[in-house]
């Protein structure tokens, strides 16, 4: 049986795929900061998943990974899809720190936790959930954007790294437009998708090795158009 671990599974994108992958008969080691909606992830698949709750931007994340990956008995793919960002017109730098120690600093450290074990282990497959709002940056949430993009170009980074190191090493970036999580935050959204659907994609590009994704596969063409923009254009936009 494979193993993963999904990183922030406690709601939203996370948590749909986690239940998606225990349906593909992954043993699934799921992790955030609530015990309680972990537990209940669990209570339906009981077989099928390991809880490990704890929060990634405090001291301890690695020792957590190790020990999560010893009950698990390996680890096969590694999912981070933990974070966060809010909306921020007043630019309030303690809405803003909260993003970045989390979506910058804490997905580092799990990022080169995970590219070390796999290093290792010469085989694995590594999935960050970054965002379409990484593409450009976004005056409703500059934080958010701005982490999302360095999520984008770690991913790369560490993509070029195990070609050239000639790791049998899969890295694939995620893109999501809008999914109705919490993390759909302002007005007039649109095409957004139920967190199961975008699990059912997102388990297809796991399965096809891809380098990277857009979820739902409508947001391609909007991604190719905003990236396409002048800069002129984009700061009216």
């Given at each position: 049986m494979k193993k993963?671990?999904?990183?922030g599974a406690s709601s939203g994108i996370g948590r749909a795929l986690a239940i998606q992958?225990?349906?593909?008969?992954?043993?699934?080691?799921?992790?955030?900061?609530?015990?309680?909606?972990?537990?209940?992830?669990k209570a339906q698949q009981p077989d099928a998943f390991v809880v490990s709750a704890f929060d990634?931007?405090?001291?301890?994340?690695?020792e957590n990974l190790n020990s999560l990956v010893t009950t698990l008995g390996g680890l096969d793919l590694l999912i981070i899809s933990s974070g966060t960002g809010e909306l921020n017109p007043d630019l309030d730098y303690g809405l803003e720190k909260p993003t970045i120690d989390l979506n910058v600093d804490a997905f580092t450290e799990i990022?080169?936790?995970?590219?070390?074990?796999?290093?290792?282990q010469q085989s694995g497959h590594m999935v960050g959930i970054t965002s379409l709002a990484g593409l450009r940056g976004g005056r409703l949430a500059p934080a958010y954007n701005a982490s999302k993009a360095y999520q984008i170009n770690y991913l790369e980074?560490?993509?070029?790294?195990?070609?050239?190191?000639?790791?049998?090493?899969?890295?694939?970036?995620?893109?999501?437009g809008f999914v109705d999580t919490a993390m759909a935050k302002g007005e007039g959204i649109f095409w957004l998708a139920h967190p199961e659907?975008?699990?059912?994609?997102?388990?297809?590009?796991?399965?096809?090795?891809r380098s990277k994704g857009y979820v739902t596969k409508r947001w391609r063409l909007f991604a190719g158009l905003v990236k396409l923009m002048p800069g002129g254009l984009y700061k009216r936009f």
């Open positions: 993963a671990i999904v990183i992958l225990a349906k593909a008969d992954y043993c699934v080691g799921i992790t955030g900061r609530r015990s309680a909606e972990l537990q209940a992830i990634n931007t405090l001291p301890g994340l690695v990022a080169n936790w995970g590219y070390a074990y796999f290093k290792q980074g560490l993509r070029q790294k195990a070609t050239s190191e000639k790791l049998n090493l899969v890295i694939t970036d995620i893109r999501p659907k975008a699990a059912k994609q997102i388990y297809g590009l796991i399965r096809r090795k």
